[in-house]
């Protein structure tokens, strides 16, 4: 068998092997879901689920995106922002809100549609914690806003103004809220590039940044291991907060590279061959290189970041949440990635721009010549 064909070959097998048993096995009583968004990444992904397991749909949002997409499925036009008269006297036995990011609009449609639902639950995230310093699990105090009235969504303010939500969801549905506290949501159709970045970069080829240490752990949800957790949180009725992240220690940023050098070569065979530089957090730093933004996935862990890639996933493990193998994402992403529009893949959202990166790797190797020549 040729190199690239059992890498095919491995791939697929590591592709089953993903796929969570309950998936596979007969479906519950069908749920009525309703989902506020839906056509566009999470969203998609948590509606293929729904529908594979028998249950009927309904999206509200104002039909701008995607509008094509599950011809099937039931639409109800409007917007968080007060138009939301189209969701009175209906019943649905769940809400998946993926779309809420202020108090005011959830605690609109969660009051709106209190009396006629069983199960509200609300995609929040990690960051509804107020720092990494220590590692958080789902009994961590939670980030506060001076201004809870605040409807400015920034760094400053996304975490506390989450964590409102996920207050203001319970206060009007006592006892049934799920609040689902993803990390980095990755994998196809994620045009944030945080996460496709890297199997986009190996793609491109020649020599390329890679940030810190092979052994820095990083923390990630495929989207569909999400959309998967939110669908069986459905039929179980699973309420409560769960961390919806991989275990801590379970992937490295050199797993990720490593995967994404091996998903290029199968995929595009990239000329030059790409190559990682792997350089000192000090001195990305010192060029300011800013984790995150210009090398997504990856924080420094120190400081308030001592522990970001240290949350528990132990409570959502237990529930039944299943975690993709790396390689698995990693190369369905850069497939999906590789398929995209010239100009999407040309010019990423995240990551280090060509020629920053290309100066700052020319100041390393200028560096690290003298340090191995003094």
């Not at 179980?236 to 290029?264: C, D, H, K, Q, W």
């Not at 030059?272 to 530089?277: D, E, F, I, S, T």
């Amino acid at each position: 068998m040729k190199r690239r064909d059992f890498l095919r070959t491995a791939g697929a097998a590591s592709a089953a092997a993903a796929v969570p048993g309950w998936l596979t096995a007969k479906p519950v009583e069908p749920r009525r879901i309703l989902i506020l968004g839906g056509t566009r990444f999470i969203g998609v992904h948590m509606t293929e689920v729904a529908l594979k397991r028998g249950h009927s749909v309904t999206f509200f949002n104002r039909g701008r995106t995607n509008a094509d997409l599950f011809p099937q499925v039931e639409r109800i036009t409007g917007d968080r922002n007060g138009e939301i008269d189209g969701l009175k006297g209906r019943q649905w036995d769940a809400v998946i809100d993926n779309s809420g990011y202020v108090p005011r609009h959830v605690r609109m449609t969660a009051e709106l549609l209190a009396p006629n639902v069983k199960q509200y639950l609300f995609v929040s995230s990690v960051s509804v914690y107020p720092n990494f310093s220590v590692a958080r699990d789902e009994r961590s105090a939670l980030a506060k806003v001076d201004d809870e009235t605040a409807e400015k969504v920034d760094g400053a303010t996304y975490g506390a103004l989450k964590a409102l939500c996920e207050k203001a969801a319970e206060a009007a549905l006592p006892g049934r809220t799920t609040a689902l506290r993803p990390g980095l949501i990755v994998g196809p159709e994620d045009n944030t590039d945080r996460f496709t970045y890297w199997p986009a970069r190996a793609a491109r080829g020649g020599d390329f940044m890679a940030p810190g240490k092979l052994s820095h752990r990083i923390q990630i949800i495929d989207a569909r291991d999400l959309a998967a957790f939110t669908i069986k949180a459905v039929e179980e009725r699973r309420m409560g907060a769960y961390n919806i992240v991989s275990p801590p220690g379970m992937f490295t940023m050199g797993a990720l590279i490593a995967e994404s050098l091996r998903a290029a070569r199968t995929l595009s065979d990239p000329e030059p061959p790409p190559r990682p530089v792997w350089v000192d957090p000090s001195f990305l730093a010192e060029h300011k290189v800013e984790g995150w933004s210009d090398m997504p996935v990856w924080i420094a862990p120190r400081g308030d970041d001592a522990a970001f890639a240290l949350t528990s996933a132990d409570r959502a493990i237990k529930a039944g949440l299943v975690i993709s193998p790396l390689r698995k994402t990693v190369r369905d992403t850069l497939e999906w990635h590789l398929k995209r529009p010239e100009a999407e893949r040309t010019k990423l959202k995240a990551g280090i721009q060509p020629q920053r990166e290309k100066e700052v790797l020319a100041a390393w190797h200028a560096v690290s010549t003298v340090a191995r020549t003094a």
